[in-house]
């Protein structure tokens, strides 16, 4: 078993995708849910918290393998704006690359579960507008018990949190570097399962040998890169400033 250091970096990353092709695993996005059921699948869903500037590497690597993944974006992420130049490009590369968008929905912000629902289709129709493709899944950031448990149901969409819609995918997640019981390289190893839903979050998988508080100041710190930036090339006043009068 290789250590943590290996295993979450970009060359695991790449290993674990290439191991799967070689046990037969066939990767399907989101709305190609319910096709190849005579094959051994796997979605491969991304949920993009804050890093969606650091997604690329991993956006080229699923490609040069002929892999397309599902990218849950969010429109209230706290630490990208969506929709700024700069990211609304990351986001049309993504798509180039052959992945697919869906929707990463902050639950908080609803009042109510039937607000909710509208809550989510107004932000799918602003996703697919935007970037002008379909949308066909929603997952929710940190969700609720009620989301957890509720089994819902949402016009026209996907809920990767209800049960009877995911199956028959067995679910497992890199959040914080950690697998709940078997790593997602052991599973594979062992295809144990024929069909897998995989989340992983590209920032665990980008800083080898760092600590989690440490990927997150590295995540964090990109974004306000990428804001100093903007500010540096758009703004006249800014013109003689450099990138370390802003950032330490
Ligand atoms: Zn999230």
């Known amino acids: 078993m290789t250590n943590r250091k290996e295993e979450f970096s970009l060359v695991g990353f790449e290993k674990l995708l290439q191991n799967a092709q070689s046990q037969s695993y066939h990767f399907v996005t989101f709305s190609q849910k319910d096709q190849f059921k005579d094959k051994k ?3 491969l869903r991304h949920d993009i918290d804050n890093e969606l500037c650091q997604c690329l590497p991993l956006a080229q690597a699923e490609a040069k393998l002929g892999i397309k993944a599902t990218y849950f ?3 209230r992420s706290s630490a990208y704006n969506l929709l700024s130049l700069e990211n609304r490009q990351i986001v049309l590369e993504l798509l180039k ?3 697919e968008i869906a929707l990463h929905f902050q639950e908080k912000i609803a009042a109510s579960p039937d607000i ?3 809550n989510i289709q107004n932000e799918v129709t602003v996703l697919e507008n935007e970037f002008n493709t379909k949308v066909s899944a929603v997952s929710f950031h940190q969700p609720s018990p009620f989301v957890l448990e509720g089994h819902l149901l949402i016009p026209q969409l996907i809920n990767t949190y209800n049960k009877e819609q995911m199956a028959p995918y067995h679910y497992l ?4 570097q950690e697998w709940r019981n078997n790593s997602a390289q052991q599973i594979i190893a062992d295809s144990s399962h024929k069909d897998l839903q995989i989340l992983l979050h590209p920032m665990w998988w980008l800083h080898p040998g760092k600590n989690i508080k440490q990927i997150w100041q590295e995540t964090l710190r990109q974004n306000n890169k990428q804001t100093v ?3 540096l090339h758009h703004e ?3 013109q003689d400033a450099k990138e370390e009068d802003f950032l330490s």
């Open 41 to 43: 699948r796997i979605l």
């Open 73 to 75: 974006i969010m429109l």
């Open 97 to 99: 690359l052959g992945h």
């Open 116 to 118: 909710m629902l509208q």
């Open 173 to 176: 997640s890199d959040s914080n």
């Open 229 to 231: 930036q903007h500010w």
């Open 236 to 238: 006249r006043t800014l």
